[in-house]
């Protein structure tokens, strides 16, 4: 797929693409379109302390190493229900079967960035179902790298990850038997050297923390290493 304003090459849902363009000047400016309470900022949180603490040591020093700086922020404020932008694993549980405004994600940007692109923004979702791994194997793009952890897990090249697994839930619409982490990547964010596996360890590492608040664990079937990817 063609990138779109330096974002990744991940097909960026509208919701989500029209919350960055008129969100992301909090993280930057302390300032918001989009009728949200922001307050100015101007310090910065090191990789191990973003997405609520969630990533572990060893995923703590990927995002470090994909921006090339252990100085972040994060999105401050409030949304048009009055609950904060910044990320916590409890509204993430709360809104899974939400829409995309009303979902609670992880965005972190350089804490030196002035384009209002995050270096990364990572979304959970209920599913119904999820797509089929053995399937995509046999016809997937090249840049393709998947894993066999949960039920689903890819990378696509430097762009992003989506990550499926086993947790069963309950919405207003009815219940749902899977959730779907993705992440997003601004490509004039990253760093040269950033690999498939730099982008699956950050998002794992906070599937695993959100498994633990939904109580679902041992069916989530994740892992605290990153298993070797899947080959045809």
């Not at 609950?83 to 030196?112: I, M, W």
């Not at 399937?135 to 990550?163: E, N, W």
């Not at 360890?201 to 664990?217: F, M, P």
Request: hydrophobic share 30%.
């Amino acid at each position: 797929m063609a990138q779109k304003c330096g974002y990744s090459r991940f097909q960026v849902p509208k919701g989500r693409a029209l919350r960055w363009a008129a969100c992301g000047l909090v993280a930057v400016t302390g300032v918001s379109g989009c009728n949200q309470k922001a307050e100015e900022d101007a310090s910065w949180t090191p990789a191990s302390k973003v997405c609520q603490s969630t990533l572990d040591t060893t995923a703590a020093a990927a995002p470090k190493k994909i921006a090339g700086t252990d100085e972040f922020t994060e999105l401050t404020g409030t949304n048009d229900a009055g609950e904060p932008n910044k990320f916590s694993l409890k509204l993430a549980a709360k809104h899974l079967h939400g829409t995309t405004p009303q979902r609670n994600t992880c965005t972190v940007y350089k804490a030196d960035d002035k384009s209002g692109h995050p270096l990364i923004d990572v979304d959970f979702e209920a599913s119904v179902n999820h797509p089929d791994q053995a399937g995509a194997l046999t016809t997937h793009q090249k840049d393709r790298i998947f894993y066999p952890m949960g039920v689903y897990a890819r990378t696509d090249a430097d762009s992003g990850a989506d990550l499926f697994f086993r947790c069963p839930t309950k919405g207003a619409k009815g219940d749902t038997k899977y959730v779907n982490g993705s992440m997003f990547t601004s490509g004039n964010q990253l760093e040269g050297d950033t690999t498939s596996k730099d982008l699956m360890t950050i998002l794992n590492s906070v599937s695993r923390h959100l498994a633990a608040e939904l109580g679902c664990s041992d069916e989530a079937q994740l892992p605290s290493e990153i298993p070797a990817p899947v080959t045809r």
